[in-house]
């Protein structure tokens, strides 16, 4: 079975700490599916040559180019890595545009593995208090391990607990991958109605449970 990743990095910087981790995941993601026997295509897109592409879809409302591309690639993506720099304790602008411009359905039941970089470890409740809350009002699925990155942790010294958590994650992403069927296949049906006075009230759905 053949399986599209799309890993998004926001990094700004060349060579970038950001994009190193989100390689890391993804080589570990990759390597695990392989050996359960899917074919993995991976989609890495930089945020950084995009930034005058998302700052024209915050005047105008339309993707062009690269930008339509990159958006249309984490659309299609059974699963989606997604990596951000902190700046002021959270993620950064133009992460948040990135993820302003993707449809508000396109990532809906679709695992997510968020990551985050910074100078410190003071800054890994981002992960927690907004990059989680952001997948979730996308209707995303969140792997349970999100990645915290400090510089220190690319270091001799102290990498084997970043990889630990590497490995975590991306085991926890495949496990959400290896049911069989892409996760987009199994995605909920939406229910739509026609008729708003068709829509029971609130006392009727309470007694009809509650019996």
Known sequence: MTLKIAVVSAGLSDPSSTRLLADRLADESVRLLTERGHEVVLD?????????????FMLTGFATGDLEEALASVSRADA???VTPVFTA???GLFKMFFDAV??????????LVAATAGTARHSLVLEH??????????????????FAASEDFGSTAGGALDTRVR????????LL????????????KVTIDNPEDTPDFASMLAAVSR
């Open 44 to 56: 890495v897109i930089e945020l950084r040559p995009l930034a005058h592409a998302l700052a024209d």
């Open 80 to 82: 989606l890595i997604a």
């Open 90 to 92: 959270s993620y950064s």
């Open 103 to 112: 449809d508000n359905d396109a990532l809906e039941g679709t695992p997510v």
């Open 130 to 147: 907004a990059l989680r809350p952001l997948f979730a009002y996308l209707k995303a699925v969140v792997v349970p391990t999100a990645v």
């Open 168 to 175: 975590k994650a991306a085991n926890q992403l495949v496990a």
């Open 178 to 189: 290896g049911a069989g069927q892409p996760t987009r296949a199994t995605r909920p049906v």
